[in-house]
C-alpha cells in the first residue's frame, strides 16, 4: 500500500503525527488482511526529506507511531519502504537509491529480496498513477484507489478473488 492518500489522507508532505489524518476504514481493511494471513507493507515516496521539508527521523518516527496506533487496534504493518530521492534534490544518491522512487520498482524488489511474497497473491493499492506503473512493471495486480473509496471492500473482494 501507498501511505499519503491510502492510509491517510494526503494534505501533501505528511511528516508530523498531528497531521496524520486516518482513512475510513483503514484499520479495519490492514486488519482483515492481517487476520487472513497477507502481509500488508507501505511503500511511498518520501521526497520531502530530499527536498529539505523533514528529516529522515520524521519518516521512521511517523511509521513508529503509525505502527503503535495500528497495534492498539489489533492491526500491523509487516515492513514499511520508503525512497527519499528526487530528482530535484542537490543531495547525492545512488542508483540503487534511485531505483527505489516509484512507479520504479526498487522498493518491490527489496521487499521480495526480504519477504517470501506470492505475487499472484499480491497487490499494490495506491492513489497515484505510479503507483499503478510500479504495479505493472512488477506484474502485480493493482487498485487505483479514489478519495471515497471503501478500502475495506476492495480488500475483501481482492481476498475473494484470490483464495
Given at each position: 500500500?501507498?501511505?499519503?492518500?491510502?492510509i491517510?489522507?494526503?494534505?501533501?508532505?505528511?511528516?508530523?503525527?498531528?497531521?496524520?489524518?486516518?482513512?475510513?476504514?483503514?484499520?479495519?481493511?490492514?486488519?482483515?488482511?492481517?487476520?487472513?494471513?497477507?502481509?500488508?507493507?507501505?511503500?511511498?515516496?518520501?521526497?520531502?526529506?530530499?527536498?529539505?521539508?523533514?528529516k529522515?527521523?520524521?519518516?521512521?518516527?511517523?511509521?513508529?507511531?503509525?505502527?503503535?496506533?495500528?497495534?492498539?487496534?489489533?492491526?500491523y504493518?509487516?515492513?514499511?519502504?520508503?525512497?527519499?530521492?528526487?530528482?530535484?534534490?542537490?543531495?547525492?544518491?545512488?542508483?540503487?537509491?534511485?531505483?527505489?522512487?516509484?512507479?520504479?520498482?526498487?522498493?518491490?524488489?527489496?521487499?521480495?529480496?526480504?519477504?517470501?511474497?506470492?505475487?499472484?497473491?499480491?497487490?499494490?493499492?495506491?492513489?497515484?498513477?505510479?503507483?499503478?506503473?510500479?504495479?505493472?512493471?512488477?506484474?502485480?495486480?493493482?487498485?487505483?484507489?479514489?478519495?471515497?473509496?471503501?478500502?475495506?471492500?476492495?480488500?475483501?473482494?481482492?481476498?475473494?478473488?484470490?483464495?
Amino acid at each position: 500500500m501507498d501511505r499519503d492518500g491510502v492510509i491517510n489522507e494526503d494534505s501533501g508532505y505528511v511528516h508530523k503525527i498531528k497531521e496524520f489524518i486516518w482513512k475510513k476504514n483503514l484499520i479495519k481493511a490492514i486488519k482483515y488482511l492481517n487476520d487472513n494471513n497477507f502481509y500488508v507493507f507501505i511503500v511511498t515516496n518520501q521526497a520531502g526529506v530530499s527536498r529539505g521539508y523533514y528529516k529522515e527521523n520524521d519518516v521512521i518516527k511517523l511509521h513508529q507511531w503509525l505502527s503503535y496506533e495500528l497495534n492498539k487496534k489489533g492491526a500491523y504493518i509487516d515492513d514499511f519502504f520508503y525512497s527519499l530521492y528526487h530528482e530535484s534534490s542537490k543531495k547525492k544518491f545512488t542508483h540503487r537509491e534511485k531505483k527505489l522512487r516509484k512507479p520504479d520498482t526498487g522498493m518491490i524488489k527489496l521487499a521480495m529480496s526480504k519477504w517470501k511474497i506470492l505475487s499472484k497473491k499480491s497487490i499494490v493499492i495506491g492513489d497515484k498513477e505510479t503507483d499503478i506503473e510500479m504495479a505493472k512493471r512488477a506484474n502485480l495486480k493493482s487498485y487505483l484507489m479514489k478519495d471515497k473509496t471503501n478500502l475495506l471492500k476492495v480488500v475483501k473482494q481482492f481476498h475473494k478473488r484470490v483464495i
